[in-house]
T-cell receptor, first 114, second 113 residues
């Protein structure tokens, strides 16, 4: 079985400040990990994904995430927050090796303060 | 342009009525999914289908039904047996691969009145 825990259901940052959204995972086999973003009343859009290649993954809109096996973490970061980053962010995990269900975290709402 | 289309965007239903949510994709994806989203609970899997004429229950399938008669279509019926159907419903699709990058529709907001 796999699971993800997103620490902090709401995060506020000032415009221009570092964005750090936390995700810890649990998986009995090597995982694939994803970050998605959702704007109000919209579907989810993939930001980035880890599929066992490079541990530092770069995504769209200046976001990146680092896979740390020793810490079972896949935190999402962005050096400088922009007002347009205000949205809800979801971490997701699926076991590698064949078809498996994807498990999503509960989401973190990011507020960017001008 | 390829994508996933969910319709309608907003849907109102009276208690005791069944209602069907549409999901169509032209991405040639084999796998399709239905998720329910409630505030503070993330996305919960209702049903998924890996190939035509086959589908499996997800974590919260009670009160829902699906069909997969065509590769591009995966409609979800919310039956009167679903105790709390008011929610935001998301359809997604992906290739049948270990790296399951899912593509999502824009969602349908169902409200029971």
């Amino acid at each position: 079985a796999q699971s993800v825990t997103q620490l902090g259901s709401h995060v506020s940052v000032s415009e221009g400040a570092l964005v750090l959204l936390r995700c810890n995972y649990s998986s009995s086999v090597p995982p694939y990990l994803f970050w998605y973003v959702q704007y109000p009343n919209q579907g989810l859009q993939l930001l980035l994904k880890y599929t066992s290649a490079a541990t530092l993954v770069k995504g769209i809109n200046g976001f990146e995430a680092e896979f740390k096996k020793s810490e079972t973490s896949f935190h999402l970061t962005k050096p400088s927050a922009h007002m347009s980053d205000a949205a809800e962010y979801f971490c997701a995990v699926t076991p590698s090796g064949g078809y498996q269900k994807v498990t999503f975290g509960i989401g973190t709402k990011l507020q960017v303060i001008p | 342009d390829g994508g996933i289309t969910q319709s309608p965007k907003y849907l109102f239903r009276k208690e005791g009525q069944n209602v069907t949510l549409s999901c169509e994709q032209n991405l040639n994806h084999d796998a399709m999914y239905w998720y329910r989203q409630d505030p503070g609970q993330g996305l919960r899997l209702i049903y998924y289908s890996q190939i035509v004429n086959d589908f499996q229950k997800g974590d919260i399938a009670e009160g829902y039904s699906v069909s997969r008669e065509k590769k591009e279509s995966f409609p979800l019926t919310v039956t009167s047996a679903q105790k709390n159907p008011t929610a935001f419903y998301l359809c997604a699709s992906s290739i049948r691969s270990a790296a399951l990058e899912a593509f999502f529709g824009q969602g349908t907001r169902l409200t029971v009145v």
